[in-house]
């Protein structure tokens, strides 16, 4: 198998990181990977946002009030512990990159097809590193939504959609996926 093949395959979403942190040049060496990602019309829709401390703790009053909003009914312990947990998210992993895609309400398509190049310069990104034995976990939810984190990590909303937030570290475990089969995902047309 080629290396890239085996690249591809063995990549897996972390959950779990080490605490030891990621070099910068490593990151670079990702970001050369993401920019070269194919996209119709030159658009470069993608943009990626390396967050430090500061701009992570930015986010905490609505991580906070989200992990309340979740735990609705539930009791005080609980909703303490889905408030640690909730901060551990942003604050514990070696990197956090929030990750957009340019947004054009006059142009749907375009707008679906720069989503759709985005994540392809998600994944050269994600691959690059993982080339580099870093592990990544994309993660959605209420704060790729939430109009207090745009202005917390000053992104025009106008302008640039939240994707995601990418997580990044060194492995600390590595998870079996199962996978559709060929058979299920492929079909040769006569
Ligand atoms: C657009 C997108 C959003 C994702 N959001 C989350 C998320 O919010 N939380 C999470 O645990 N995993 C998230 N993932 C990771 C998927 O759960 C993961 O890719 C899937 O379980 C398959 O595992 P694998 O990446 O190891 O092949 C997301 C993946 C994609 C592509």
Redesign the pocket.
């Known amino acids: 198998m080629s290396r890239v093949q085996d690249n591809i395959i063995s990549?897996?979403?972390i959950?779990r990181f080490e605490e030891s942190p990621v070099e910068m040049a490593c990151l670079e060496t990702a970001f050369e990977a993401a920019r070269h990602a194919p996209c119709h019309k030159q658009t470069h829709p993608w943009k990626f946002y390396v967050l430090g401390k500061e701009a992570r703790s930015s986010m905490i009053p609505e991580v906070e009030r989200l992990a309340v909003e979740k735990a609705a009914g539930k009791g005080e312990n609980e909703v303490q512990e889905g408030i640690q947990k909730a901060i551990s998210k942003i604050l514990s992993p070696p990197v956090l990159i929030a990750v957009t895609s340019a947004v054009t309400p006059e142009d749907d398509f375009r707008e679906m097809e720069d989503y759709a190049a985005t994540?392809c310069s998600v994944q050269n990104l994600v691959l690059s590193l993982w080339d580099q034995g870093i592990g990544t976990?994309?993660?959605?939810?209420g704060i790729t939504r939430s109009d207090f984190v745009y202005k917390a990590l000053e992104i025009s909303p106008v302008k640039e959609k939240i994707?995601?937030f990418l997580k990044a570290g060194y492995p600390a475990a590595i998870?079996q996926?199962e996978?559709k089969s060929i058979a299920e995902i492929r079909e040769y047309l006569p």
């Open positions: 990549r897996r979403s959950y994540a976990q994309w993660s959605t939810g994707v995601g998870p996926r996978k």
